[in-house]
């Protein structure tokens, strides 16, 4: 009998919301409420999202994000801060048990079991992609996703980007940059150190078809069977309790 996981599509959304959804599948799932859960989403509008420890004043030009339009939010997951494209990227979560066989006390060990399901999934679509310590998916050396990771409650969740396609002027505009000539130089940097499924296989791919292509990486990776589900009533109303926190000043700019 094929282990079955919840699959769940939520589409576009804007940053609050996803990182309380996140959060309360998470602790749906550590009340047993709902069954491991692997969700991808979508950012409406762009955002950028900081790493749990960072100081949002440190590494977000929020005049930039006003004047394009882009949100800006904190994670519960530690890692940098990460530019959320509405067209160029798809993203994951992974919502297991910390006692599941795929989780392992090594942290390092666990980023690699899990980020498999990506590589599968991008290897599927013609893309040799390889996973690289420390969480990181390349392509010929160059970083196609990359993922964060917090443990708690006796549940593991991991969320992370796979970039269809990349922005690097954009990227650069959100993030604070001490000057135009190292703001250049780091544009030039991430054109030779990032890659895209688009840029990679020189054609446009749907979301549809990354998305195709990635569930038969995670059920290949894990051994399990994705089952489309929805949301319990218990996620949606603490989802609504824990946007407040997501999109207030107290938790984004705390120090």
Known sequence: MVEEWRFLDTGLHNAF???ALDEAIAIAKTKNL???TVRFYRWQPSAVSIGYFQSMEDEVDIAACNEWRVDYVRRVTGGGAVYHDKEGELTYSIIVAENHRLISKDFQETYQTLCSSLVQG???LGIPAKFKQINDIVVSEKKISGSAQT???GIVLQHGTILRRVNPTLM???LKVPNEKIRDKLIKNVDERVTSV??????????????KALINGF???FQIKLIEGQLIDFEKNLT???IKKYSSDDWNFRK
Do not use: C
């Open 17 to 19: 919301y996803n990182m």
């Open 34 to 36: 709902v069954p491991n």
């Open 122 to 124: 991008l290897n599927l």
């Open 151 to 153: 443990r708690k409650m």
């Open 172 to 174: 650069f505009t959100i």
């Open 198 to 211: 688009e840029r990679y296989l020189g054609k446009e791919v749907s979301f549809e078809e990354l998305k």
């Open 219 to 221: 059920e290949k990776a």
């Open 240 to 242: 609504d309790k824990i």
